[in-house]
């Protein structure tokens, strides 16, 4: 089937919650896809950062192939020999004690929402229905109603109520808000430590640090969504690393399924994670052999430190050649290899401009309107990298001619 019959059946037989560029992959490998008609272009939207590692990584392919072979799914009814090697990793990797594995990041969210939640109540003393959460302005943390009930997109959250109350909304980037809006039933704050849906927002230095120390002082957890923002993106494992900040619980996701499998975790130490018992949460998959072959295997890589190395360096250029983009870009965020580039409107929408680089062999996507992101697989080559920018450099003068 050609390009067009592939979109059009598409179209008329799913919800049209998507508004996917006009391109059909059939095939990728590293940093690279192939459409339907043989053209190549390069990724430089990578799964939303679930494919940080590369499409078709080895060694992620290798574990999952091994696995598939051999055990695939047995529930948490039982026990299975992937399981302890997984979890134990996880938690090492973020220097906490035990792991709650799920699947998809909206899961992981709830799930750290729960733990949260029980966590006031049975350790620190909340009055049972009180609990409320602190979250940000713009963020984004899934698509469930409890999660939609506090986005501030209207997008996101019209028509979907009624939503679960106990949340409290403060403006991102500003550490007295938060401060502001805890009182003696907060169990946590919820946020990410760079913004992604919202293009890419990186906080003012000093912000992680200083909402780290209010939930200190205030016996609030400190739960960080690093879902997107982790797993080598930003040049280190974790976004809340460049603050060297430690957050109470961990959120992960996206990268953690390596480009495979949906593989989500919490990760937190035995005092909060250890409210939850049996029966209190679960997943029929999380935690399934091939989710924790696949996991263990992106751990792995991760250990060796050359992913965060390789976002430090392309990120350096990245940023440096972003700075110089000159007319037609009116800013530019990010940290290691991601970035989120604001277009000038008067020389057209986020949209236009993705769809100018797919016609040049770049896939990127827009994200409210006028911004465009960039997140290549960490596996990108300079060359390309560097390919890729000069694209963008051209559709950017052609956009302004
Ligand atoms: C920061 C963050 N949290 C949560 C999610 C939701 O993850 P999922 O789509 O796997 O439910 C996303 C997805 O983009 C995200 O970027």
């Known amino acids: 089937m050609k390009t067009e019959e592939h979109i059009r059946l598409g179209e008329s037989h799913s919800a049209h919650n998507y508004h996917p560029l006009p391109v059909v992959i059939s095939a990728a490998e590293g940093a690279w896809v192939t459409d339907v008609e043989g053209r ?16 078709g990584n ?55 929402v729960k733990v949260a939640r029980k966590w006031g109540y049975e350790v620190k003393g909340v009055a049972p229905g009180q609990a409320n959460i602190v979250v940000m302005e713009d963020n984004f943390h899934g698509r469930t109603t409890t999660i939609v009930g506090f986005s501030t997109d209207p997008e996101s959250r019209d028509g979907f109520g009624p939503f679960a109350p106990g ?30 849906e919202a293009g890419v927002l990186v906080p003012p230095d000093g912000y992680l640090a200083a909402v780290r120390e209010i939930c200190t002082e205030n016996n609030v957890l400190f739960v960080a969504d690093e879902i997107q923002s982790g797993l080598g993106r930003t040049g280190d494992t974790f976004a809340c690393d460049h603050e060297r900040v430690v957050p109470d619980l961990y959120v992960l996701g996206k990268a953690l399924g390596g480009g495979v499998v949906p593989v989500s975790a919490v990760v937190a130490n035995a005092d909060v994670m250890g409210v939850i018992g049996p029966g209190q949460h679960g997943s029929t998959f999380g935690g399934n052999p091939l989710a924790c072959a696949v996991g263990e295997a992106v751990i792995g890589l991760l250990k060796t430190g050359e992913y965060q190395a390789r976002a430090r360096e392309l990120g350096a250029f990245l940023h440096e050649r972003l700075a110089g983009l000159g007319p037609g870009v009116v800013a530019v965020r990010g940290r290691g290899l991601w970035a989120g580039i ?8 986020g949209r236009q401009i993705s769809e100018a680089l797919m016609r040049r062999g770049v896939l990127v996507k827009d994200t409210h309107g006028s911004t465009i992101r960039l997140a290549p697989p960490l596996v990108v080559s300079r060359d390309d990298l560097e390919w890729a920018l000069d694209q963008l450099s051209a559709v950017l003068r052609e956009a302004r001619a």
Request: overall charge negative.
């Open 167 to 196: 949340f409290r909304v403060v403006k991102y980037g500003s550490a007295e808000a938060v401060r502001e809006a805890i009182d003696e039933n907060t169990v946590a704050v919820l946020l990410e430590p760079i913004q992604g």
């Open 58 to 112: 080895p060694a992620i392919l290798a574990a999952a192939r091994e696995q598939l072979d051999r055990l695939t799914l047995t529930s948490r009814a039982f026990y299975h020999d992937r399981f302890a090697a997984f979890v134990t990793g996880l938690a090492e990797l973020c220097g906490k004690d035990m792991v709650l594995p799920m699947n998809t990041g909206a899961e992981a969210v709830e799930t750290a």
């Open 342 to 349: 604001d277009i000038d409107p008067a020389i057209g929408t």
């Open 40 to 55: 190549r272009y390069l990724d430089c939207l990578a799964g939303y950062s679930s494919l940080n590692f590369g499409h």
